[in-house]
């Protein structure tokens, strides 16, 4: 297989198992939480469960002032890095491009040395984060295998992609081939992992306020 | 709480799971912020008090059974079942060091209400034979006796002929068609019976028609704090006959922190039908009372004064400004301790920790936490509504050589009533 055949390859066949994967995956586990249902309370409302709801969604992206000075290294580590994330894989041209031949609408792209810079603070950002679960008391005690390899599969596509877009070595087709399958990885392990927390954590936050929204507490 | 097994337990585990659970195990992602909302991470420093890790054995019974990747990894004996030993290593996680206050709940950046779990996971603990021993007697007490501490009606007849003579005031015991129902907890009525006296004079002064009830006085609920649910819901349907029978329009929790979590929040859910009748938290009552301009208070006390907010009322009960606006009424010198409200610090002892001798040491040693929020503020006393906090305020303020008296809310305002 040539380097021109396995940029196909990953382009192609790969990139629409891993999407079918990833979408089905998302559902199926949406689903599977969705269908374990809930009882009602029969407990006399004080105030709105759904509203509660809608709120903790929201205010829940705002750590209370005492939260933010005892976690301030994790609010603020965790915030860069996911900004990051998001800049990097929905703002940056080529990108959404990609988005557009699947989705079939497109956005506004930033520009490319703003993308390039946010690249770079991701990864640092990303690097100290690694650290700092390896050397936190708390946070090394918690964490198993998962929480390592989520680690690296959030860090390579931005490597490689990094690595690709500033050719660096002698064959890009390649470089480009490993940085979309190191995306297709991703994509893959996302709805099996922790990586769900993008979709589930709006239903934590809703369930959560909507319990405490009902007894009239602002979660 | 007889004939516990392992497979009992896992059941009960596998009901608990609903699709709050479900969201919140599939939302964490290990950040560890948890730990700094709980009390027993921050003042002991240890890792295993994180508060998700509590629920670990939990966890691995909603993945095995309820994704998809859980119960394939679960057919190739990837993954190994919960054992009875660790189980046995779970147990002073989840009842010793976790008196579900819920404050990590709300601290967890992605929404867990890690709390709500916790009760669910009590469940499958107790059906395992994992309950702590002071829990179980306690427990065993209130289904036989009447009382987790074993006060039966004699006892509370001794108080209330006691208080009657103090006050001048009769307390009403079973009277049919009053409007309010009190209940009182055990605490109060061997610890505490002040409270008696106190809402006697108060509802006297306010003209407000209310009855004890020789059938259902006690408050609290020991089936609650251990999980079991079966005997959670005898314990409120007791109250409830005894509401019903008397033809109340409401039932008034005490100044207990958990009790009103039982009766107002649990308590429709464990026995499977709404009430015919309102519940209420004394200081909601108060608090209606002062709006409606029916407490008349004289005088207030100088010294400065904070409030302490039992985490059953406030964060998980929902009655919040009602002591503050009551705490006005009384304090000239009301101040707020660091953390207040709904994000207010645990005293250390609710949800079953203060029937749970194993845990002394360390509920003594998270009250440090308490320590340094009143450090913060340089009071002079320190006003409450739960007999339970204030009995573990007063344990912790000796061991931490403070001196400070603990006030009930409720008895304060008593003690200001202006002379009719």
Redesign the interface.
């Known amino acids: 297989m040539t380097d021109t055949e396995f940029l196909l390859w990953v382009r192609g066949p790969a990139f629409e198992i891993a999407t079918i994967i990833f979408t089905l995956g998302v559902v ?2 949406i689903l ?8 009602a ?4 409302a ?2 709105s469960a759904t509203a509660g709801g809608i709120r ?2 929201i205010t ?1 992206s705002v ?2 002032s ?2 933010f000075k ?2 301030t290294f ?2 603020v580590a ?1 915030y860069l890095f996911h900004i990051g994330l998001f800049v990097t894989i929905f703002l940056f041209a080529p990108h959404i491009l990609t988005f557009e031949s699947v989705l079939g609408f497109s956005w506004p792209a930033l520009p490319t040395a703003i993308v390039d810079a946010t690249a770079v603070v991701t990864v640092i950002t990303l690097l100290v984060v690694l650290i700092h679960r390896m050397q ?8 198993g295998f998962q ?1 390592y390899l989520v680690w690296l599969v959030t860090f390579l596509p931005l490597v490689t992609g990094y690595i690709a877009f500033h050719r660096v070595g002698p064959a890009p087709q390649m470089l480009i081939a490993i940085h979309i399958l190191s995306v297709e990885a991703l994509m893959v392990l996302f709805p ?1 992992t ?1 990586l ?2 993008a979709f ?2 709006f ?7 909507a ?2 929204g009902y ?5 | 709480m007889t004939g516990a097994t392992l497979e009992r337990g896992i059941n009960a585990l596998k009901e608990q ?8 195990f ?8 948890c ?3 709980c009390l027993f ?2 003042e002991t ?1 240890e ?2 008090y ?1 508060p ?2 509590k629920l670990e054995p939990m966890r691995k019974i909603w993945y095995q059974e ?4 859980g119960r394939l990894g679960k057919m190739l004996g990837l993954s190994k079942p919960v054992t009875d030993a660790e189980l046995t290593d779970w147990e002073t996680l989840v009842y010793d060091s976790c008196t579900m206050c819920g404050r990590c ?9 890690i709390t ?1 779990m916790i009760r669910k996971m009590r469940e499958g603990m107790a059906a395992s034979g994992h309950a702590p021993p002071g829990l179980i007697g306690a427990t065993q007490r209130a289904v036989t006796i009447g009382s987790p501490m074993g006060v039966k009606l004699p006892a509370l007849q001794a108080q209330i002929n006691h208080v009657e003579k103090e006050t001048g005031i009769p307390v009403p015991v079973d009277v049919e068609g009053a409007e309010y129902m009190c209940l009182l907890s055990s605490m109060e009525i061997m610890n505490f019976p002040e409270y008696i006296g106190a809402i006697s004079r108060i509802f006297k002064h306010a003209g407000v028609s209310w009855t004890l009830s020789s059938e259902a006085f006690e408050a609290t609920n020991s089936g609650i704090q251990i999980g079991v649910s079966e005997i959670a819901a005898e314990l409120v349907q007791r109250i409830v006959t005894a509401a019903e029978k008397l033809k109340v329009k409401a039932v008034i929790s005490p100044e207990c922190g958990h009790a009103y979590m039982a009766i ?6 464990l026995v ?4 015919s009748f ?2 209420l938290h004394i200081l909601e009552v108060l608090d209606d009372l002062r709006e409606q301009g029916r407490l008349k208070l004289s005088g207030k006390e100088a010294q400065r004064l904070t409030y302490h907010d039992p985490c059953q009322v ?5 009655v ?1 400004q009602q002591p503050r606006n009551l705490m006005d009424m009384v304090a000239e010198n009301f101040v707020e301790m ?2 207040n409200g ?2 207010n610090w645990c005293c250390g002892a609710g949800g079953g920790v203060s029937s749970n001798e194993r845990a002394d040491d360390l509920r003594l040693k998270a009250f440090n936490r308490k320590k340094e929020q009143l450090d913060a503020i340089q009071v002079e006393g320190l006003v409450s509504a739960c007999s339970n906090c204030r009995i573990h305020l007063e344990d912790g303020l000796e061991e931490y050589h403070m001196d400070l008296p603990v006030l009930s809310l409720t008895e304060t305002i008593a003690e200001h009533l202006a002379e009719n």
């Open positions: 199926l586990r599977e939480i969705v269908f374990l249902g809930r009882k309370n029969l407990a006399e004080r105030g903790t969604i829940r750590p209370e005492g939260t005892r976690s994790v609010i965790g936190d008391p708390v946070m090394r005690f918690l964490s929480d099996f922790k769900m927390h589930t954590l239903m934590s936050r809703w369930y959560n306020g319990i405490s007894r009239g507490v602002n979660s | 799971i609903d699709a709050p659970v479900a969201a919140f599939s939302s964490c992602v290990h950040c560890g912020m730990s700094e909302a991470f921050t420093g890792p295993k994180t998700i890790h309820y994704t998809l990747w709940s709300m601290v967890c950046p992605v929404g867990n209400d709500y107002r929040w649990e308590g429709p859910n499977g039908r709404p009430f309102k519940v406030s964060r998980r009960g929902g919040v660091p953390d709904t994000m």
